[in-house]
């Protein structure tokens, strides 16, 4: 799985890569500016403590174990970034291949089914948040609605595929309109990263 550093990464492809799908501009706020502050306030969180070594994936389950909202919030909330950028992908979309065809073909039925459930979960998600694509214990596929910084890493459960549906995921590009949005997400989806977070 991911490892991601207490540092803004770098983006795998440059800022202009998805437009139109998702602009420069909606790079520049989400990226440059959301995701940066969430990587900030979690340093400034964690400075001068023992939570400074520690791994943001550690940081993660302290935060939410211990109900500390803000730490669990700005350290959800920098890697599901970090991974979300790693979902997108310039030579992205087309139907999934390999393992990850298979397992959505034997868990869900069929790709447009899958795509139509991830999709509803998605656009139905009430206020801020993300669907997620996770795989449990056993190795079965599961589409996660999961409500404003949550994420399957504190249920145990491995993080495949992720939208991010914050309003400031796709306002600028989209305004409301959320449905366009994800059905966007299917042309720049990153079927070799998702294969890669397999277990
Ligand atoms: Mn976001």
């Not at 139509?116 to 596929?141: C, H, I, R, Y």
């Amino acid at each position: 799985m991911m490892k991601i550093d207490l540092a803004l990464p770098a983006l795998p492809y440059i800022k202009s890569a998805l437009t139109p799908i998702i602009t420069e501009e909606t790079f520049d706020y989400h990226y440059g500016k959301h995701h940066a502050a969430y990587v900030n306030n979690l340093a400034a969180l964690v400075k001068d403590s023992p939570l400074a070594t520690a791994s943001v994936e550690d940081i993660i389950q302290v935060g939410f174990k211990e109900n500390n909202a803000a730490l669990f919030n700005n350290a959800a909330q920098h890697w599901n970034h970090s991974f979300f950028w790693n979902c997108l992908s310039p030579n992205g979309g087309k139907m999934p291949n390999g393992k990850i065809a298979e397992l959505i073909h034997r868990d869900f039925g069929s790709f447009e089914k899958f795509k139509e459930q991830f999709s509803t979960t998605a656009v139905k998600l009430f206020g801020s948040g993300w669907a997620w694509l996770a795989q449990t214990d056993s190795g079965n596929l599961e589409i996660l609605p999961m409500k404003d910084a949550h994420t399957p890493l504190t249920e145990g459960k491995t993080p495949i595929l992720t939208l991010d549906v914050w309003e400031h995921a796709y306002y600028i590009d989209y305004r409301n309109a959320r449905l366009k949005f994800v059905e966007g997400f299917w042309e720049i989806v990153n079927w070799d990263f998702a294969n890669r977070n397999l277990k």
